[in-house]
């Protein structure tokens, strides 16, 4: 065992890329969740994200197109289940089961011509001056820009959800929907525009996986992150910082224990890879035990606009 | 019939409204119209078409024909918020509020163009002390009570300046208190010429607040009246089309003494609750005993105790001699005592269940519902028919969920229910709650029927009118305290408001 190899920075810099596609997805998921939706088919989205991006990816030899490509077509996949849920009152929690099995089966159908093929590279923004700030400039500002685009995605998310009109109307239509459409407020219309976003993130953190992670297809590769993204949002209690919070504490603890492996510590294996999850979810209940845990009212009920 | 006179200067008109839903012509050409600074009442059943109508004036819901004028000019919002931008704003009866936002961004919810958060909050503060309705903006509103709910609604509309202000159904979850101080704030609204369209079903509020009244049946406009003018019961026959039948009953010797609780003291199970407190009281067979008093002093800690939901730390609960206080709700159920709590939707009532389910979860021991673990459904459905017929339940059938009946018609159930079941010992909260006049009074006399059957009965209840009419002896809980029982005949309401404060026991029975 040679704890020595692994290197602090190195390990601090990994975590944020560990973190981006589950952060990219549990944000989405978070505004879902807040308009008063219960998409489970995040899974479905991210791999469905992650073949379409990596495609774009490879035939234009830009990633950046290939996020594009891989938003679009998160948001197209949840467009579906927005339709059977909003217009034709399927039940959530069936539709969105359904729609990871759908992403799954899409996905692999899809990436078959592209399997072995290498990723185009993404190129590293080095933020003038700030990467150059001894010990945080290397952990922070030297990253490929998905990473930036995604903490920014946060704050926007935060901003527009406490700061502004449209995130009041957002939470007034998640915390009770008949309230809303009392008051005329298009509750089925905003909820559309919610998973729109919320699938284009899981594209974006699909693609994240296969265009910079890995960076290569191979099938089912998101491999639970979506499932993980779901548990972080309700352990977050719905709150965009604590999303943050939770998904670069499980990238942290995944890389971690990735280095412990590498240096032989003497745990079981098995005890580290699930470490990852345990901890994450330890630390969310710890906090949410705290306060009001703030599930949006009319999470997962359906909506029957009255006369 | 509103005469041409009122028409010139009105506020509003409405000619001809009509609105079909499939099977049910819910307005048939209403007519009638409001003039500036006026409360006017519209009366009708459940079910009459009230709703609807102001939904059309709200822009919830659009007419099939007919026009709407407003200070002369047509009228035709289409949503809400045009006819919030035309000043016409309402205080729902329930589905308006937020419970996990706070009170400035329920507000701010509720109008077009809100000011900043900070000044908006001052003017919340402004305002809602001009009308004296204090409200502190930061609260969150699922923390308020039910009175400082309706403030924010209140508030929210007055922020706007409406000339219209139309209220569903305001006082129904309001202490009497709380009412006058709401009836303050309209009848200032009202001089400072601010018309105000006002559902109720609380036929003496609308002889003291109403100048004019209209008043539907099945849609139709049948009648127009200035309700000081009327009484109680001549509105409320207006509004049924036909005699209200009053409860009555032959008096009966009272029998043995069929539920006692004596030293009865509970800390309350919820956080705002209210303690109980040495409570002791009888009640015998062929008996029916009110309990008065202002909602919070007890009332659902006092049921909970008698049904079994949570136990007594001191003193004894006995039924027919036997101490019961540490048996279940199902044991007490299969002894005879029954319970139908307040809340409809949710505590006496699943809502998301049928009727039929709805009958199995109380009906199962007592109507033997159920055979060695197995629900027997046919016999189930039959005592629901059972119910809905002898209580005249208005739904298209058993399998219909609770929560899609109107208030008045699942309350009939809930109390039917318990009532076919034969109890020895009933004990009701509030079972005319929101109820309209007729089918409180059938409720009303089924409870007088059930205990000249030699069943005791106890009636919970903030509605005095209703005590006096039907209770053999009356109280009333204060802060978890109950006064002696007194007879209610002869009552006064100087002896009933010194109860309700509670007054020593022998200052009142004196």
Redesign the interface.
């Known amino acids: 065992m040679d704890l020595g190899q692994i290197n602090p920075l190195l390990l601090l810099a990994s975590l944020m890329v560990a973190a981006t596609p589950i952060l990219l997805a549990a944000i989405g998921e978070a505004v879902v969740e807040k308009s008063g939706v219960l998409n489970l088919g995040v899974e479905g989205m991210m791999i469905t994200g992650a073949v379409v991006g990596f495609a774009f990816g490879v035939n234009t030899g830009a990633p950046s197109i290939g996020f594009v490509a891989a938003a679009v077509a998160g948001a197209a996949l949840s467009m579906l289940f927005g339709v059977l849920v909003l217009y034709l009152k399927s039940n959530q929690v069936a539709t969105g089961l359904g729609l990871t099995l759908f992403g799954l089966g899409l996905s692999a159908l899809i990436g078959k011509p592209y399997e072995g093929i290498k990723a185009p590279t993404m190129a590293k923004w080095e933020i003038p001056l700030l990467s150059d700030i001894p010990v945080l400039g290397p952990i922070m500002f030297r990253h490929d820009p998905m990473v930036y685009v995604s903490l920014i995605i946060v704050a926007l998310t935060w901003y527009v959800l406490t700061r502004t009109?449209a995130g009041?109307?957002l939470?007034?239509v998640g915390?009770?929907h008949?309230?809303?459409h009392?008051?005329?407020?298009k509750v089925i219309r905003v909820r559309l525009m919610a998973i729109a976003f919320g699938g284009a993130c899981a594209g974006m953190g699909g693609a994240y996986i296969s265009l910079v992670r890995v960076p290569q297809w191979v099938e089912g590769m998101t491999a639970g992150a979506g499932w993980i993204a779901l548990a972080i949002v309700v352990f977050a209690s719905w709150r965009p910082w604590r999303v943050l919070l939770g998904a670069y504490l499980f990238g942290g603890i995944s890389v971690l224990q990735l280095n412990l492996q590498a240096a032989g510590v003497p745990i079981p294996v098995e005890i580290l890879a699930m470490s990852p999850y345990l901890i994450t979810i330890l630390v969310l209940v710890v906090i949410s035990l705290r306060g009001?845990h703030?599930a949006?009212?009319s999470l997962g009920r359906e909506f029957h606009a009255t006369? | 019939m509103t005469g041409d006179m009122r028409q010139g200067d009105a506020l509003m008109t409405l000619e001809g409204l009509t609105k079909a839903y499939p099977g049910v012509l819910a307005n048939d050409q209403v007519s009638f119209s409001l003039l500036p600074g006026e409360v006017h009442a519209l009366l009708g059943e459940n079910g009459a078409g009230k709703s609807t109508l102001v939904k059309m004036i709200y822009g919830l819901v659009k007419p099939d024909a007919g026009q709407m004028t407003l200070n002369g000019d047509d009228f035709t919002p289409v949503n809400p918020a045009a006819a919030r931008a035309a000043g016409v704003a309402m205080v729902f009866q329930h589905f308006s509020l937020f419970d996990a936002l706070s009170v400035a961004e329920n507000i701010a919810l509720g109008m077009d163009n809100p000011p900043s958060t900070r000044e908006l909050a001052s003017r919340i503060r402004e305002v809602s002390q001009a009308y004296g309705l204090p409200l502190d903006p930061d609260r969150i509103v699922g923390d308020l009570s039910a009175g400082e709910r309706q403030r924010v609604e209140i508030i929210r509309c007055l922020l706007q300046n409406p000339k219209l202000l139309i209220m569903d159904e305001p006082t129904s979850v309001l202490t009497p208190q709380e009412v006058e101080i709401l009836f303050e704030t309209l009848r200032k609204l009202t001089s400072e010429g601010t018309s105000i369209l006002y559902i109720s079903h609380k036929l003496e509020e609308i002889r003291a607040l109403c100048e004019h009244a209209t008043i539907l049946r099945h849609g139709v406009v049948v009648d127009t009246c200035d309700p000081r003018e009327k009484s109680a019961r001549e509105l409320a026959e207006l509004m049924v089309g036909d005699k209200l039948h009053v409860p009555s009953r032959d008096p009966a010797e009272p029998g043995a003494v069929a539920l006692s609780l004596s030293g009865v003291s509970m800390p309350s199970p919820s956080e705002f609750g209210t303690d109980l407190r040495n409570v002791s009281l009888e009640v015998r067979k062929g008996e029916v005993l009110g309990i008065g008093g202002v909602a919070g002093n007890g009332q659902d800690e006092l049921l909970a105790v008698m049904s079994g939901e949570a136990r007594a730390q001191d003193g004894s609960i006995t039924l027919a001699g036997e101490e019961i206080n540490t048996l279940s709700p199902g044991a007490r159920r299969a002894r005879g005592l029954l319970t139908a709590p307040e809340e409809r939707l949710g505590h006496s009532a699943a809502p998301e269940m049928s009727l039929i389910e709805n009958a199995l979860l109380t009906g199962s021991v007592r109507e033997k519902l159920v055979d060695r673990g197995f629900l027997r459904w046919n016999k189930t459905e039959k005592f629901a028919r059972r119910i809905i017929e002898a209580f005249d339940v208005r739904t298209p059938g058993p399998d219909n969920a609770a929560g899609s009946l109107s208030g008045g018609n699942l309350q009939k159930f809930v109390i039917g229910r318990e009532v076919l079941q034969n109890p020895d010992v009933l004990v009701v909260n509030q079972p005319t709650w929101g109820v309209d006049a007729a089918a409180a009074a059938s409720i009303r006399q089924s409870l007088l029927d059930l205990a000249h059957k030699g069943a005791a009965v106890i009636v919970i209840s903030q509605d005095l009118d209703e005590l006096m009419e039907i209770s053999d002896r009356f109280t009333a809980l204060n802060e978890g305290r109950l006064a002696r029982p007194v007879p209610t005949q002869g009552l006064s309401v100087e002896e009933i408001g010194l109860m309700m404060g509670g007054a020593e026991d022998g200052e009142v029975a004196a």
């Open positions: 009109r009041l109307i939470r007034g915390e009770n008949n309230a809303a009392a008051l005329g407020y009001n703030g949006p009212g006369h």
